[in-house]
């Protein structure tokens, strides 16, 4: 009797965790859709389409039931499957922390203060600052983290095999990241308690089953065949299917098409500890190596399962994505601290139970308020230290923008777009709630709408990709009887001879007057930075700043559109691209130190970028610096060796400080890179007929 009341009271414990995260995750939910991902992942899981590599299909199909709710906008039910299954993940969690401190501690902990414990460090999981934003708005990582911890709860309480290995590939047709925890597990499985309870004949049966939760990746093929309204590359085929399968166009093994040096893992290792370090407190940090501590000395095969699987998912995560420490790759890194942090949180739920113990050397008079402490405030701390940070309740932001941009195009118009903070929200609008069916939408990749520089596109090097994009965009321009607008650094403003000019949060091909489409405009929170509060809102937010000073600039108001960018790179403050944007046409705008100042604090925020040391060359030599421009274009070319554009910069400089024999040579250099290079051939031809 008395075990069925303690498992009673367990049960009420961990459901209680679970509602109490819900409600809150419920308050601070985004209503609509979101920055990052997110719209890109709701258009797919609502047309039942394919998301970009690795594709992602249990989402989608999760993401298609829950779509089906009669509930507000896409954006809203989708949004709820982080909140349910953050939910679901910290009701998991409270299950794991239980299961240690029966099998850990037996009858030296009694059930009421076991459930206490449990339901304390799972409130702590709930209210740390990544986990619970990642519950608030549509993305895969709330589910990753769900798969991750379920897999570890059967492990712990010794459930069947089969069942655990099926878990775990379904988890990984949900995000492919939870391999990070197979060293961990296989550790377990071969080496801990299970070795001598697995014959090799349910080592088999496993497989089978592992192969079975992998087996939603067939979705791919089938839905891919159907041509869904989003069909990121098209894996219709098998080697199309291996290609979105591996991320391919990603380089499988990383997260971007190019990767930073080995030596930025240290400073990324660093980063990790101290963003740790950050979420849980110094206090829950400390805790954490505690638990590891206690795991050691009590039960070594826990403690090499969560020890493994929080280096795995943590650091050895960080050394192969290896993307460089800026702004921007830390923006994407850090909702793949989740995981890791999960995971440390496990050894931090240990160590609440040796703080318990050590309760037992106080005088029994302080020993309740000790207990309090321990098992309220720290959770209370966190709920109250984050809720600011990450509450969406009020966020509009991606909505707003995507609706404000299609007000902003006529009738039958096209739209050019790059840049995935822009084009998702726009994905979710066109695809997901079907507005504006009127106009064509098109991408610089071709992957999100259709695919408009042909199937192979994904396939070529970035010199044919470019030549190829630039022949289509000038046929489209030439041909075009509406009107044609892009969005700001879309390779259409490359097409030679081109005209354009702001308008609103676009620029339209061709001239014409200015036009006021400001006042239809729905913009909520641009200025609030307690809404525009991460690195992707803030870059949204600067947008309208930046469009507002070409208006003034256009209108004659020239002052104004000057305070209009330096607000925009207040925004910002920390988004390098906008800081390059600003900078040219502050420039444009005739305020070349000004421009200057922006193009270097764009540096400061990422050094290794050798657009913005090219970007500034060109205002150098505008200015006629030309020596101070060839210095910035030796160290765009050192970033980038391949950079024809730069090379054909360097000529003109080294002509005009009367290098001709040198202009040459790097005329020969752009050339040889892209033989096609029209302003290399030209310029080439320009300076042998002027020299003796």
């Known amino acids: 009797m008395d075990n069925r009341i303690a498992e009673t009271a367990e049960m009420n414990a961990g459901f209680l965790a679970g509602l109490a995260s819900l409600s809150v995750y419920l308050a601070t939910l985004c209503p609509t859709v979101s920055t990052g991902d997110s719209g890109e992942l709701i258009s797919a899981a609502v047309v039942g389409g394919i998301a970009h590599p690795p594709g992602y299909p249990l989402y989608v199909i999760l993401g298609k039931l829950f779509s089906f709710l009669p509930l507000s906008s896409p954006a809203f039910r989708l949004n709820l499957i982080s909140a349910f299954f953050s939910c679901a993940a910290v009701t998991v969690f409270f299950k794991i922390i239980a299961v240690l401190g029966r099998n850990c501690y037996g009858e030296k902990i009694t059930c009421s203060a076991s459930a206490g414990i449990a339901f304390s460090a799972s409130m702590f999981l709930a209210f740390s600052g990544l986990f619970w934003t990642q519950g608030c708005s549509a993305e895969v990582f709330s589910l990753n983290t769900f798969f991750a911890l379920l897999v570890v709860y059967l492990l712990l ?4 095999l089969c069942l655990t290995a099926f878990i775990f590939g379904l988890g990984l047709a949900n995000h492919q990241t939870l391999i990070f925890t197979g060293p961990a597990i296989l550790y377990f499985i071969f080496a801990g308690p299970m070795r001598k309870k697995t014959p090799a004949k349910s080592l088999c049966n496993a497989g089978v089953f592992f192969a079975l939760g992998l087996a939603v990746y067939l979705f791919l093929i089938i839905r891919a065949s159907q041509h869904p309204a989003l069909n990121w590359g098209n894996p219709d085929t098998l080697e199309k299917f291996c290609a979105v399968l591996t991320r391919k166009n990603y380089g499988t093994f990383q ?5 930073g040096s080995l030596l930025t893992i240290f400073s990324q290792w660093r980063i990790y500890l101290v963003s740790l370090a950050s979420q849980f407190t110094i206090f829950g940090f400390i805790t954490g190596l505690l638990g590891f501590r206690t795991m050691w000395q009590i039960n070594r095969n826990v403690f090499w399962l969560i020890l493994l699987g929080s280096i795995f998912a943590g650091p050895g995560f960080l050394l192969m994505a290896r993307l460089p420490v800026d702004p921007y790759s830390l923006a994407k890194l850090e909702r793949f601290y989740v995981l890791p942090d999960c995971l440390f949180c496990i050894a931090a739920g240990f160590g609440f139970y040796r703080i318990w113990l050590w309760k037992d050397f106080l005088p029994k008079v302080i020993r309740p308020a000790s207990a309090f402490v321990l098992l309220v405030i720290p959770p209370l701390f966190l709920g109250f230290k ?12 991606a909505l707003d923008y995507a609706l404000n941009v299609l007000k902003t195009i006529k009738p039958g118009g096209t739209l050019f777009t790059t840049g995935d903070n822009e084009a998702f929200p726009l994905a979710y609008a066109v695809i ?3 507005r504006r069916q009127d106009i064509k939408v098109h991408n610089d990749t071709g992957n999100i709408f259709d695919g408009l520089y042909g199937e192979d596109f994904n396939r070529l090097s970035a010199v044919v990709q470019e030549r190829r994009r630039q022949q289509v965009l000038s046929g489209i321009v030439s041909r075009s009887k509406t009107g044609i607008f ?5 390779s259409i403003a490359r097409v030679q001879d081109l005209k354009s000019h702001p308008c609103g949060l676009l620029n339209r091909v061709g001239t014409g007057p200015v036009e006021n489409v400001w006042t239809g405009y729905r913009c909520r929170g641009i200025d609030d930075d307690t809404i525009a509060k991460d690195y992707w809102m803030r870059e949204l937010a600067s947008k309208y700043h930046y469009g507002l000073a070409g208006y003034y600039f256009l ?6 559109a000057r305070e209009e960018l330096l607000a925009a790179g207040r925004i910002a403050y920390d988004v390098e691209v906008v800081q390059n944007n600003i900078a040219d046409r502050l420039i444009a705008y ?5 421009g200057i100042e922006f193009f270097k604090r764009g540096l400061a925020l990422n050094p290794s970028n050798p657009y913005i040391y090219f970007n500034l060359a060109l205002a150098l030599s505008g200015g006629k610096k030309y020596d101070e421009a060839i210095v910035a274009l030796k160290e765009a070319l050192k970033l980038k060796p391949d950079f024809a554009d730069a090379y054909n910069s360097l000529a003109i400089c080294y002509y005009y400080t009367g290098r001709p024999n040198e202009a040459v040579l790097a005329l020969k250099q752009a050339l040889a890179i892209d033989p096609q290079h ?13 020299m003796p």
């Not at 997260?255 to 990767?259: G, I, K, N, V």
């Not at 892009?486 to 879309?490: D, E, L």
């Open 590 to 594: 005739g305020f070349m130190e000004d």
């Open 678 to 690: 029209p302003q290399a051939r030209q310029n080439l031809e320009t300076i042998r007929g002027k």
């Open 486 to 490: 892009f969005t700001n650094g879309s």
């Open 386 to 397: 984050n809720y600011g940070d990450c509450d969406r309740s009020k966020n509009y932001l």
């Open 255 to 259: 997260l971007a098409e190019t990767a």
């Open 157 to 160: 309480a010794g459930k069947d």
């Open 555 to 560: 209108s004659g108001q020239k002052s104004r």
């Open 432 to 434: 997901a709630e079907k």
